[in-house]
């Protein structure tokens, strides 16, 4: 099993709409959570820390999930801009993050 | 200018020839990262780096070594490059483990 996996996707949506992508992780020792954002061809970005109250910035919400193992993210009001692949890291202990291979996103006019 | 440079950005060459991938730093970081990115498997790490006395391993790294010539610098070399190393290799750095990691543009290497 995968220590993160996420739903490839794509996720194809209209402007304006709603959209969740989870990740779950198999090591319950991970103690940090995070987004990044990587457009087509560039490098990945940072888009936020997933705290374990919840956390929100702007139109993207991020929720941990401790007892399930898993992180959310949510993203309100969707632009042409947020076509991404959105990519969920964790911190397993052991020195550096740990990538999933990230979620396509295709937000459609 | 940006903050984390890799050189060069794009690179063919040909089964069993040495190449390096070149990464340098103006963030002041200590911590120094070479990852590999193939479709639909995300990124993997090769090695890293938490100063220029430290050097690790990390999930994928045979066939590669580095190099950690100064803070801000740190090289990846492939001794005898195979196809299958064909990959977008990233160079990153921080300044702690959990904290933010900027990622440089990239490089794209073909190996034929």
């Known amino acids: 099993r995968k220590e993160v996996e996420q739903d490839p996707g794509p996720f194809n949506v209209p402007e304006g709409a709603t959209v969740a992508f989870n990740c779950t992780y198999s090591?319950?020792?991970?103690?940090?959570f995070f987004w990044y954002r990587q457009d087509c061809r560039k490098e990945p970005k940072l888009l936020m820390s997933?705290?374990?109250s919840g956390n929100e910035d702007g139109r993207f919400t991020a929720q941990l999930n401790r007892a399930s193992q898993y992180i959310s993210l949510l993203i309100r009001d969707s632009k042409l801009s947020d076509s991404a692949t959105y990519l969920c890291?964790?911190?397993?202990?052991?020195?550096?993050?740990?990538f999933g291979s990230g979620t396509r996103l295709q937000v459609q006019p | 200018d940006a903050d984390v440079t890799q050189t060069p950005r794009n690179r063919i060459t040909k089964t069993g020839k040495r190449i390096m991938l070149e990464c340098s730093q103006t963030?002041?970081?200590?911590?120094m990262y070479w990852y590999r990115q193939d479709p639909g498997l995300g990124l993997r790490l090769i090695y890293y780096?938490?100063?220029?006395?430290?050097?690790n391993k990390g999930e994928i790294s045979d066939g590669y070594s580095v190099s950690r010539q100064a803070q801000a610098k740190f090289s990846l070399s492939l001794e005898s490059a195979i196809p299958n190393q064909t990959a977008l290799y990233f160079c990153?750095?921080?300044?702690?483990?959990?904290?933010?990691?900027?990622f440089g543009p990239g490089t794209r290497l073909t190996v034929l």
């Open positions: 990153a750095t921080s300044s702690g483990s959990t904290d933010t990691q900027y």
């Open positions: 090591n319950s020792a991970s103690q940090s």
């Open positions: 997933v705290y374990s």
């Open positions: 890291v964790l911190d397993t202990g052991r020195r550096a993050l740990t």
């Open positions: 963030k002041g970081h200590d911590r």
């Open positions: 780096s938490f100063d220029v006395k430290d050097i």
